[in-house]
Each structure stands twice: as C-alpha cells, then as structure tokens.
C-alpha cells in the first residue's frame, strides 16, 4: 500500500491561457518560454536533505532511516559499499544503520569524484519504496550502504539558485525505476509498449509482482547484493528498464549493408512508438518548441557507423573528456514522428550548440528541452555532481542574460533517484508511478523568491503547467493529483 502526501487535492485544470479563464492565475500568459533542464539520478534527501525549511533527513522518521533485510528485521550496521557485486575497499564498513554523510569523515568523498551507482530499475525501486516506508533501499540495491549517502549540497552552485528562487521539495519522479521510463514519462505521462517482446526481454516474478531472486543470491544483504531474474518488458508487453531506441543514435548499431540510420532490428529494440507527446500537443496548436541534446550531432555521427566500426560517443565514458551520450535519454527519438528523415525530427531534434545560439540570439522557441550529454548529467558512475552542477550554472546564467529572460520560466529538475535513498513517501498514483523523490527548481523573474513549495508535485507537473500555459489538448497519462507548478509563481 502507498499513501498520500495529502488529501483533497484538485485536480488541475488544463484550459487554455490566452484568454485565461477567471479561476486561473491571469499572469500566467506573461511567461513566453518554458526551459526544461533534466538532470541524471539523485534523490531529494541525497542533495537538498539538509536544505533550510525543506521536508529533509531531520524531519525522516526511525522507521524510515533504519532499513531492514530481506526478512524484515533491521541490519545490525549497513553492509559495506558494494562495486562489481563485492564489497569494496575503497570506502568504510561498519557504518551505522541510517542515512549518513558523504563529504564527511569516515567517508569524506568530494563532488569533484566518480562514485559508485546504485541500480535504478523499475520492480527493485518499488520494493525500496515498501508501502511509503522507505526503509529497503539498501536491501534491494547493487551497492549496499552507498544508496544512504548524501551530501551538504550548500557545496553546489544549484543550491544557490535554490535559494534566491523557489526549491520544490515534494517533487516525485514520474515514474518508478530509471532513466529511460522517466524520460518517457516527461514527454509523454507514457509507458511504452513493446507487444512482441522476445521472452528474454523479461523478468520473472513471483506471484505478489515482486522480483524472483536468483538461486545464487545471498540470504542477507550483509553477506552481498541480492540478484535477482530482471527484465526490461513487463510480461504484458511494456517497456519499463532501458531500452534501446529504433533509430540512430542508439546502443545497438545498424544491421551488416542495413539502413545506417537505423538500429539492427535483430537486437530488438524498442519499436517506434505512437502515443502522443507534448511535442504533438504543441505542435497542432502552432506552439515551438525544440529538444535541445548534448552530443547529438557527435552522437548522429557516430551511430551511422558501419556495425565494425568502434563507436566513440555512444556509451563511451572510458576518459574524463568522453562524452558519453546516452542514446536512451533521447525519448523523441523512440517516435515514429521524429524517425531519420521526417520534417518534426530536423526541427524539432537539435544539438547543445543550437541551445546555446539561440540563447544568445534570443530566439528560443515557446518551449525547450535541454539534455545535457552524459558527462554534465552528474549521473553516478560514469561522471561526478561538480561537472554537471557547473555546466547547469554557467547555463542559468546564459539564459539570465538572454533577451528573452523578463518571460521565461526555467525547470531544473533530474529524471529520476539513480537508486539513492529518500525518506519522503510518494503520493498515490498508479500501475507506473510516481516513484521517489527528486530535487526541482524553479528559477523565473516571476517565481517565488526564497520559497519552499510543499505543492505535490510530480514528472507529469511539467507537462500540465506547458499544456496549461499554452492551453494544449491534455495528455492522459498526466497525473491529476499531481499540481502544475503555478504555485511556485508570484502572479
């Protein structure tokens, strides 16, 4: 069972802004542009815990900060960080049961490191969630006690601009798990579907829809991290782990003398997709707007290599310079409507340069989208927090100084936890969602200055607030519980 944050909510009203109805804030057709920026994988509590005024660590219950084993019994300590499935010697054991510090002593890492990731996947995060408990997180993760590490994030530059503007801090991802699900969930409130899922595409469950564990998976979380019979298809044919896209750039290269702008079909990917998208719903009312990518004309390149040929873009984080574009952060590209050589994908689907530029020129569509490349995500693993919160800065920054600021609203906001520990229940939602906590921020001439907006909040928020702002046709998979961030304006 999971709980509400809190009830009564309304549902929002997704009428059209101009003119706006009475019961609407009238300001809300002042702000021309919309910015989107979608971070890679923290929780709330792993970077603003301890920001003043927010819902953080110190307000977490015993319950929810002591995680128990696979019986339910509380651990006696946490087990030791787990990388590559064995306990590591690069970090302390015996660490008390409980969230801790990780820019402190025994531990005392930097934001400047490349730290280990916690598995984010779909079935695992909703047994971490445990009914709104939260307390088997360490349980069900590939890296023992690191998924209760957090830090003074006073540290970040965001932090900064958390505080001079407005810091959600009951802003849940929209979906349960990882990347590629809430990537789909930001544009389309959507699972996708894959009806003809080879069988080794998905998990085993047991009969109450939880994860079998494998045979080899030790009895305690102590001893090493559980293992279990994972997929990426739910059994009736939804596409909920990573999956890979039908087009370039995408993980699995073209087929041998195939299409160069296609994936090998052979590798079954996902099929193009045909829901409709935020980006459908602007475009049939004549809206603009753009998905700006890190990498994407590196990442084009390099996916249109002959299948023999090493890729250097795509997935490669072997050097601190790599890009490591991660094909399935780009949910555009799994539509049909944007397939290689179609109209809505030449100008729709753009590079990081052409964000910048038109910045600069002042000539930012209605709405935009930014996907910084792998590397500036500040994803664990394969890139550290300082990279990505200087690139976000040095772009808020930018967007301050562009002439289209005096309109504009910007998002901050990550994709998902990356498997971190968080202490805040999510409300009640449905079959896919809303998962764990994630940090939001909302920087704007007209947000709320120094403010904490306790509204509930989810991925599906981002939606509702453009199809409100520009009165779109309403997506279906958007959340009516859910609030639409108005309240995080002054109008």
């Given at each position: 069972m999971r709980y509400p944050l809190i009830a009564g909510l309304l549902a929002s009203t997704l009428a059209g802004c101009a003119p706006l109805p009475t019961n609407e804030p009238a300001g809300l057709s002042r702000i021309e542009h919309i910015v989107v920026i979608y971070a890679e994988n923290r929780s709330f509590d792993h970077l603003y815990g301890l920001f003043p005024?927010?819902?953080?660590?110190?307000?977490?219950?015993?319950?929810?900060?002591?995680?128990?084993?696979?019986?339910?019994?509380?651990?006696?300590?946490?087990?030791?960080?787990?990388?590559?499935?064995?306990?590591?010697?690069?970090?302390?054991?015996?660490?008390?049961?409980?969230?801790?510090?990780?820019?402190?002593?025994?531990?005392?890492?930097?934001?400047?490191?490349?730290?280990?990731?916690?598995?984010?996947?779909?079935?695992?995060?909703?047994?971490?969630?445990?009914?709104?408990?939260?307390?088997?997180?360490?349980?069900?993760?590939?890296?023992?006690?690191?998924?209760?590490?957090?830090?003074?994030?006073?540290?970040?530059?965001?932090?900064?601009?958390?505080?001079?503007?407005?810091?959600?801090?009951?802003?849940?991802?929209?979906?349960?798990?990882?990347?590629?699900?809430?990537?789909?969930?930001?544009?389309?409130?959507?699972?996708?579907?894959?009806?003809?899922?080879?069988?080794?595409?998905?998990?085993?469950?047991?009969?109450?829809?939880?994860?079998?564990?494998?045979?080899?998976?030790?009895?305690?979380?102590?001893?090493?991290?559980?293992?279990?019979?994972?997929?990426?298809?739910?059994?009736d044919g939804f596409a909920v782990n990573t999956s890979q896209p039908p087009y370039q750039p995408s993980g699995y290269p073209p087929a041998a003398a195939g299409n160069l702008d296609l994936a090998d079909p052979a590798k079954h990917p996902l099929p193009p997709q045909t829901a409709k998208t935020i980006g459908d719903t602007l475009s049939a009312k004549g809206v603009s707007w753009a998905w700006y990518a890190g990498g994407w004309n590196a990442a084009l390149a390099d996916g249109r290599q002959p299948p023999g040929e090493r890729r250097g873009v795509i997935y490669d984080g072997s050097t601190p310079e790599a890009l490591a574009f991660q094909p399935h952060h780009q949910p555009f590209n799994y539509f049909a409507r944007f397939a290689p050589g179609t109209a809505d994908r030449a100008q729709h689907l753009k590079d990081h340069d052409d964000f910048v530029a038109a910045i600069d020129a002042g000539q930012l569509p209605a709405v935009s989208f930014y996907k910084p490349v792998g590397r500036l995500t500040q994803h664990p693993s394969y890139t550290d927090l300082a990279q990505g919160d200087a690139h976000i800065d040095a772009l808020l920054q930018r967007l301050a100084r562009s002439p289209q600021w005096p309109k504009m609203a910007v998002i901050v906001t990550y994709d998902e936890n990356g498997g971190y520990w968080d202490h805040l229940p999510p409300p009640a939602g449905d079959r896919w969602g809303p998962g764990t906590r994630i940090p939001a921020i909302v920087i704007s001439p007209f947000a709320k200055k120094g403010f904490v907006d306790k509204t509930p909040y989810d991925t599906t928020s981002i939606i509702k607030l453009i199809t409100r702002r520009f009165g779109l046709e309403p997506l279906p998979g958007a959340r009516p519980g859910a609030g639409d961030l108005t309240n995080a304006f002054n109008f």
């Open positions: 005024g927010a819902d953080g660590i110190v307000q977490a219950t015993p319950q929810q900060k002591t995680q128990v084993g696979h019986d339910g019994r509380p651990l006696p300590t946490l087990p030791p960080v787990y990388e590559h499935g064995k306990a590591s010697d690069r970090f302390p054991t015996g660490l008390p049961n409980g969230p801790f510090r990780i820019d402190q002593p025994p531990v005392s890492r930097r934001l400047d490191e490349v730290l280990p990731s916690p598995i984010h996947n779909f079935w695992q995060n909703q047994e971490q969630i445990a009914g709104g408990a939260n307390n088997r997180f360490v349980a069900m993760s590939t890296v023992g006690a690191w998924v209760m590490g957090h830090w003074d994030g006073s540290q970040m530059k965001l932090w900064k601009w958390a505080q001079q503007y407005t810091l959600a801090d009951h802003f849940f991802m929209g979906a349960f798990g990882g990347s590629f699900l809430n990537h789909q969930w930001l544009v389309c409130a959507c699972t996708p579907s894959f009806p003809n899922a080879p069988d080794s595409l998905k998990p085993t469950l047991e009969a109450d829809g939880k994860l079998k564990k494998k045979p080899s998976s030790p009895p305690s979380v102590m001893a090493g991290p559980v293992q279990v019979f994972d997929g990426s298809v739910t059994p």
